[in-house]
T-cell receptor, first 112, second 114 residues
Framework: DVKVTQSSRYLVKRTGEKVFLECVQDMDHENMFWYRQDPGLGLRLIYFSYDVKMKEKGDIPEGYSVSREKKERFSLILESASTNQTSMYLC???????????FGPGTRLTVT | AQTVTQSQPEMSVQEAETVTLSCTYDTSESNYYLFWYKQPPSRQMILVIRQEAYKQQNATENRFSVNFQKAAKSFSLKISDSQLGDTAMYFCAFIQGGSEKLVFGKGTKLTVNP
């Protein structure tokens, strides 16, 4: 079974802090994704990566950056956390052009 | 741009009954795939069912089946013999052939009542 893990289930940070969310997958998938999930808005893509060191902006990249130095690991960075970034963050991975995404358990981030 | 619409924010069904979740999508492409994903409360999102647009036959996975109406751009999910464990958010999703990114609907919250 594909396993996608995220570094924290719950995280509380203060406004202005730099925040790192880590995601690791163990199935050698080419693609990795970061989404945020908010009630009534569904899943919105923040960034995705189709290869090591390659990234592409999603629908809502503002205020976020990403890093993929190794194939199995994809990090989401909030350079200066703000209260409007309080949300559930989901990581996913998939083989190339399959749409079969495997999701991590999510990180619920609260910025106070 | 492709869009996916789920018109039912919430639904409920009695255990053992059948329920249908609606999804419509908009695309001008002919090569694409459609999906239903399930997110149980406080648990990971998982893929329930996948449909290739070029296949006329509706996909089925145990108690889950789809009604794919290509001309109408409709892709509904039918859950038969509903179980308490089917309580979840259900997301309809679309991917264009050759693309890497899914487009998700906003989700339908399904509650199965005992």
């Amino acid at each position: 079974d594909v396993k996608v893990t995220q570094s924290s289930r719950y995280l509380v940070k203060r406004t202005g802090e730099k925040v790192f969310l880590e995601c690791v997958q163990d199935m050698d998938h080419e693609n990795m994704f970061w989404y945020r999930q908010d009630p009534g808005l569904g899943l919105r893509l923040i960034y995705f990566s189709y290869d090591v060191k390659m990234k592409e902006k999603g629908d809502i990249p503002e205020g976020y950056s990403v890093s993929r130095e190794k194939k199995e690991r994809f990090s989401l960075i909030l350079e200066s956390a703000s209260t409007n970034q309080t949300s559930m963050y989901l990581c996913a991975s998939s083989p190339r052009t399959s749409g079969r995404e495997h999701f991590g358990p999510g990180t619920r981030l609260t910025v106070t | 741009a492709q869009t996916v619409t789920q018109s039912q924010p919430e639904m409920s069904v009695q255990e053992a009954e059948t329920v249908t979740l609606s999804c419509t999508y908009d695309t001008s492409e002919s090569n694409y795939y459609l999906f239903w994903y399930k997110q149980p409360p406080s648990r990971q999102m998982i893929l329930v069912i996948r449909q290739e647009a070029y296949k006329q036959q509706n996909a089925t996975e145990n108690r889950f089946s789809v009604n794919f109406q290509k001309a109408a751009k409709s892709f509904s999910l039918k859950i038969s013999d509903s179980q308490l464990g089917d309580t979840a958010m259900y997301f309809c999703a679309f991917i264009q052939g050759g693309s890497e990114k899914l487009v998700f609907g906003k989700g339908t919250k399904l509650t199965v009542n005992p």
